[in-house]
């Protein structure tokens, strides 16, 4: 069979049987075969739909009953290549602009196969796969300009990032009891802008705060946190008896990309005696860039930093990263222990610190493998110009825009997001503006997302893809033009 087909082996004769090939080569030609075909995937992306919509038929073949027995591997991957490869996301794709998805890369993929090769449990013991996520903890706060003893421990993302945050800030300042007694009749409170993201106030949920206790300040004209609202919000609730504990500030807000003045939110948080945290989601790789560092100034000041390596730095999902300044506040939020996790004196299960006591997984794959290729592939310059180069296309676009008597720039660019619409009469610019937005992710020639600002509908380019060129922002504008001339 082309190269493919490994049957099931038989038990041997001890009945016993593992679930390895038959045929050794057989599952070497279709790995091949397999590598092969994705390196070329991502070489022609230009070449295929941005995305396309799966048809009924695509559906229902996803929808298979438990297989109780056996397929064929050329059979599995034939199904792969028709059913699954050409209907994913398509943010691999030159023209996907879609909330703040990165592109990947292709070391990172590869990494990512020897991860599941070699298969660690990075939860913790001592072994290579933890010294690799130790050196990506420690070059992460490094870029963030946080000390070297800073902790950390990789995650899926940064939800799980800024909920890890949020666990730890209030830990620190209740004592580490509230992990046995809960918070009781405490009314902690926490702060940070209109503009956050929806992770904020799930985390405040999670660590057993209620999304309430998340006070959203309102934003300037520019997105960023309003410093006079915050410290009156802050002064407000203490007067009523509650207990600020901890300020976020975003660099890069998911919207439109704003950066709050996180120099000013260090000082605040300092001289309120606040957990100063922020949310880095994407904005963190701007440290790697001399030209947008500067924007970013503050973070290194922070207690807690959330980021992904997903989103600018190009690694495939997923993979974030929580960062705290104070190692010993970071493990009394999370340690644990128990009799199958103890540490011995000699052996696999030595260290003291294991992964697993920094956060809540305790099984964790590999995932650090394909950062530490990714970052050493390229070098940290380089992903340092990615970043600004989206930011230069997005400042393109921008320009591009606001020359257009027929589109309406709808936010100022922060950093690589663009916010338009296509001007039109009120009754009818938010749907029409959602149905060109549909009409060229239908059509497969761009894939912008949405949002709303000022609670109007906006098309919302997030350009985050190294692969994404000007030309093809430009493409997108047009199709945009396209859509609504043939629209109005
Ligand atoms: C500012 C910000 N924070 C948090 C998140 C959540 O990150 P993740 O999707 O990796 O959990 C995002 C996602 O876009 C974001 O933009």
């Known amino acids: 069979m082309d190269g493919g087909s490994a049957p099931l082996k038989v038990a041997d004769r001890t009945g016993h049987r ?12 279709l790995g091949h075969r397999m590598m092969d075909d994705m390196i070329d995937h991502l070489r022609d992306l ?10 009924p038929e695509v559906r229902d073949a996803l929808h298979l009953p438990l297989p109780l027995a056996p397929s064929e591997p050329a059979e ?18 030159p023209r996907f602009m879609g909330w703040v998805h990165g592109g990947g890369n292709v070391m990172g993929m590869l990494a990512e196969m020897i991860a599941a090769g070699l298969n660690p449990n990075v939860g913790g013991r001592d072994h290579s796969a933890v010294l690799i996520e130790r050196q990506v903890v420690s070059w992460s706060a490094e870029m963030i300009g946080m000390p070297p003893e800073t902790s950390g421990v990789l995650v899926t993302g940064s939800s799980m990032a800024n909920f890890i945050a949020v666990t730890v800030a209030r830990t620190d300042f209740l004592g580490r009891d509230v992990r046995q007694t809960g918070v009781g009749a405490h009314k902690l409170t926490a702060y940070t802008s209109d503009a956050a993201h929806s992770c904020l106030p799930r985390a ?6 209620g999304s309430d206790a998340l006070r959203m300040i309102s934003i300037d004209r520019d997105h960023r946190i309003d410093l006079a609202a915050l410290r009156e919000a802050v002064a407000r609730d203490r007067a009523a008896g509650c207990e600020p504990f901890m300020v976020t ?8 990309g704003a950066v709050d003045d996180l120099s000013a939110l260090a000082a605040f948080c300092r001289e309120q005696g606040l957990w100063f945290h922020v949310d880095a989601a994407y904005g963190a790789f701007g440290m790697l860039s001399p030209m947008l560092r500067p924007l970013l100034a503050g973070i290194e000041q922070a207690d807690s930093v959330a980021f992904d390596f997903h989103k600018w730095g190009q690694v495939p999902y997923d993979a974030g990263i929580a960062l705290v300044r104070d190692p010993k506040k970071h493990l009394a939020a999370f340690d644990h222990a128990a009799d199958y996790l103890r540490r011995e004196k000699r052996g696999l299960a030595t260290g003291d610190l294991w992964p697993c006591d920094l956060g809540p997984d305790l099984s964790r794959g590999f995932r650090a493998l394909k950062v530490w290729t990714t970052l050493r592939s390229y070098g940290t310059a380089a992903l340092g ?8 296309i997005a400042a393109a676009l921008g320009a591009a825009i606001e020359a257009d008597p027929r589109l309406e720039l709808l936010a100022p660019v922060g950093l690589n997001i663009v916010c338009f619409r296509v ?3 009120a009754a009818i610019v938010d749907a029409l ?9 239908e059509a497969g020639i761009a894939v912008p997302s949405s949002t709303l600002i000022d609670g109007k509908f906006a098309i919302r380019a997030a350009i985050v893809n190294h692969r994404t060129r000007i030309e093809d922002a430009l493409a997108m504008l047009e199709a945009v033009l396209a859509a609504a001339a043939s629209r109005l």
């Open 385 to 392: 110009r990615v970043a600004e180069q989206t930011c230069q």
């Open 18 to 29: 593992d679930l390895d090939p038959a045929d050794w080569e057989q599952i070497r030609a």
């Open 249 to 256: 500030g975003t660099a890069g807000t998911v919207s439109t």
């Open 433 to 441: 503006n959602a149905d060109i937005l549909a009409d060229i992710q």
């Open 46 to 55: 230009r070449h295929i739909p941005a995305w396309r919509k799966m048809p």
């Open 76 to 93: 599995i991957y034939q199904d792969i290549e028709r059913l699954v490869t050409p209907y994913v996301t398509g943010n691999t794709h």
């Open 423 to 425: 001007r039109a009469d």
């Open 204 to 209: 405040m949920d999670q660590a057993g705060l």
